[in-house]
């Protein structure tokens, strides 16, 4: 059964220590979050990330056509990407981008319920470091049940 999860995919690389501190010696990985997310780097987190993760857990026997709603931030890619269409039509997929509708509050229930619901899980947490931040984003999204994401789109709906 298809949990409606894809997945959550931070924007952080890892990078070696150039000196010792007192926290960790010099030359371990170390992750840091990436300052700037661009157009490109949004493309590569699709590409890479969010499309694979999309056909691993996709069931075979479903709809291959999907349609991927992003907001109007700037480093957001156009629905027209070559680079993106060229990926999307692999495997017998079909992905499309759409921006949604600007204003539009029917289009917040992913902010003001699915991820608030996973805030409220990660708060519990006391993350020092920003791989414990990122644990503690992961074990709240594992955490937060298939039932209570069906509830924050019902909510919606009514």
């Given at each position: 059964?298809?949990?409606?999860?894809?997945?959550?995919?931070?924007?952080?690389?890892?990078?070696?220590?150039?000196?010792?501190?007192?926290?960790?010696?010099?030359?371990?990985?170390?992750?840091?979050?990436?300052?700037?997310?661009?157009?490109?780097?949004?493309?590569?987190?699709?590409?890479?990330?969010?499309?694979?993760?999309?056909?691993?857990?996709?069931?075979?026997?479903?709809?291959?056509?999907?349609?991927?709603?992003?907001?109007?931030?700037?480093?957001?890619?156009?629905?027209?990407?070559?680079?993106?269409?060229?990926?999307?039509?692999?495997?017998?997929?079909?992905?499309?981008?759409?921006?949604?509708p600007p204003n539009n509050p029917d289009l917040n229930?992913?902010?003001?319920?699915?991820?608030?619901?996973?805030?409220?899980?990660?708060?519990?947490?006391?993350?020092?470091?920003?791989?414990?931040?990122?644990?503690?984003?992961?074990?709240?999204?594992?955490d937060l049940s298939p039932e209570n994401l069906n509830n924050v789109f019902l909510t919606l709906?009514?």
């Amino acid at each position: 059964m298809f949990s409606g999860k894809i997945g959550i995919f931070p924007f952080v690389f890892k990078e070696r220590a150039r000196r010792n501190s007192k926290n960790r010696q010099a030359r371990p990985l170390e992750t840091k979050p990436i300052l700037s997310v661009t157009k490109d780097v949004t493309r590569s987190c699709l590409i890479n990330k969010v499309l694979h993760a999309i056909r691993a857990k996709w069931p075979s026997s479903s709809e291959k056509r999907m349609f991927i709603q992003q907001d109007n931030a700037k480093p957001h890619i156009d629905v027209d990407d070559e680079q993106f269409l060229q990926v999307a039509s692999l495997d017998g997929f079909n992905f499309q981008l759409f921006f949604q509708p600007p204003n539009n509050p029917d289009l917040n229930v992913l902010d003001l319920g699915y991820f608030r619901a996973i805030q409220f899980l990660q708060h519990q947490e006391s993350p020092t470091t920003i791989d414990e931040l990122v644990k503690a984003v992961e074990k709240s999204f594992n955490d937060l049940s298939p039932e209570n994401l069906n509830n924050v789109f019902l909510t919606l709906q009514s």
